[in-house]
């Protein structure tokens, strides 16, 4: 496979890899500076040669993350787990989402493509998270859990049962959140309180 993206979320996306003992073929970032991740050389070109290995893009940052997928346009790794993980076989994963060590996935929780469900987070069971979500490490999801398109949900944030969290929304390392989350909102503390709604739309995104 190919990696899109060296800096420290790539070396997460590496170690995810090697303990799937699968093949890194080619790891490319746009930073020419960046040299070497790694034993790993970093390539700065895309050929069509390269693009016949199917990719995971290996960046944080959920908007870029998206804006990465559309300019890639397809041949997509499927979704990946860590070894370590708890992925429940009724779990569906999309393309290009990873899975990291001792996360938790349960029940008929689907998972769109391009998400990162990070090192320690529980997503409970019947949750849906739409594309290129982000769950930071020690969140929880607590059942039936819904998350829009986009949004970040912080280190160790709490998500009380059938909440509904819009699309582009950032979610503060720590909130508790027990009320439903317009798109575009910035929330924090316990309970979580909106701080921002975001001027932006989808033809931003």
């Given at each position: 496979?190919?990696?899109?993206?060296?800096?420290?979320?790539?070396?997460?996306?590496?170690?995810?890899?090697?303990?799937?003992?699968?093949?890194?073929?080619?790891?490319?970032?746009?930073?020419?500076?960046?040299?070497?991740?790694?034993?790993?050389?970093?390539?700065?070109?895309?050929?069509?040669?390269?693009?016949?290995?199917?990719?995971?893009?290996?960046?944080?940052?959920?908007?870029?993350?998206?804006?990465?997928?559309?300019?890639?346009?397809?041949?997509?790794?499927?979704?990946?787990s860590h070894a370590t993980a708890t992925v429940d076989k009724s779990v569906e994963l999309g393309n290009g989402s990873v899975v990291m060590a001792n996360a938790?996935?349960?029940?008929?929780?689907?998972?769109?493509?391009?998400?990162?469900?990070?090192?320690?987070?529980?997503?409970?069971?019947?949750?849906?998270?739409?594309?290129?979500?982000?769950?930071?490490?020690?969140?929880?999801?607590?059942?039936?859990?819904?998350?829009?398109?986009?949004?970040?949900?912080?280190?160790?944030?709490?998500?009380?049962?059938?909440?509904?969290?819009?699309?582009?929304?950032?979610?503060?390392?720590?909130?508790?959140?027990?009320?439903?989350?317009?798109?575009?909102?910035?929330?924090?503390?316990?309970?979580?309180?909106?701080?921002?709604?975001?001027?932006?739309?989808?033809?931003?995104?």
């Open positions: 496979m190919n990696i899109y993206g060296a800096s420290g979320h790539a070396k997460v996306i590496i170690d995810l890899v090697h303990s799937r003992m699968e093949e890194i073929h080619h790891i490319i970032d746009d930073n020419k500076a960046i040299t070497g991740i790694y034993e790993y050389p970093v390539v700065h070109e895309i050929t069509p040669e390269i693009l016949k290995k199917k990719t995971i893009i290996a960046v944080g940052n959920n908007l870029i993350r998206k804006r990465i997928a559309l300019r890639l346009k397809g041949n997509f790794f499927r979704g990946i938790a996935i349960n029940a008929d929780t689907i998972i769109g493509e391009h998400c990162i469900l990070n090192t320690g987070s529980i997503t409970e069971h019947d949750c849906l998270l739409e594309d290129f979500v982000h769950i930071s490490p020690g969140a929880v999801l607590a059942g039936g859990v819904k998350i829009g398109e986009g949004s970040h949900i912080g280190m160790g944030a709490l998500v009380i049962p059938g909440i509904k969290i819009g699309k582009w929304c950032t979610i503060g390392a720590g909130a508790v959140i027990i009320e439903d989350v317009q798109d575009f909102s910035t929330v924090v503390g316990n309970p979580g309180k909106v701080i921002k709604i975001s001027e932006i739309n989808d033809e931003q995104i």
